[in-house]
Nanobody
């Protein structure tokens, strides 16, 4: 299962960006995405959770982004979005999407796994 992240770029402080993460598989199995989330890694820092959404509709956000970022999903397209508003210079990082998934063949469970996207750079200038 591959994740394709997009939407990063350069924005001024106070601006907005929308990241997208699309999951796909080249096999003939049916893909079911369970949880999808976004993480970020700033230079010299460890990767940290930004937001994660379970298929049941529970979404958890890092305290630093609550009220500014919104994670949404389109389960029909196996895609997650991260709307980022009121961006701050400290939001500058490479953003990675992540998904826990299952596949099914002829209605029967096939396999499970976790995939990461390739990362998309968000730079917020002051």
């Amino acid at each position: 299962v591959q994740l394709q992240a997009s939407g990063g770029g350069l924005v001024q402080a106070g601006g907005s960006l929308r990241l997208s993460c699309a999951a796909s598989t080249t096999s003939s199995a049916h893909l079911r995405i369970n949880s999808m989330g976004w993480y970020r890694q700033a230079p010299g820092k460890q990767r940290e959770l930004v937001a994660v959404d379970t298929r049941g509709g529970n979404t958890n956000y890092a305290d630093s982004v609550k009220g500014r970022f919104t994670l949404s999903r389109d389960n029909g397209k196996n895609t997650a979005y991260l709307q980022m508003n009121f961006l701050k210079p400290e939001d500058t990082a490479v953003y990675f999407c992540n998904a826990d998934w299952n596949t099914f063949r002829d209605g029967t469970y096939d396999e499970a796994g976790r995939s990461w996207g390739q990362g998309t750079l968000v730079t917020v200038s002051s």
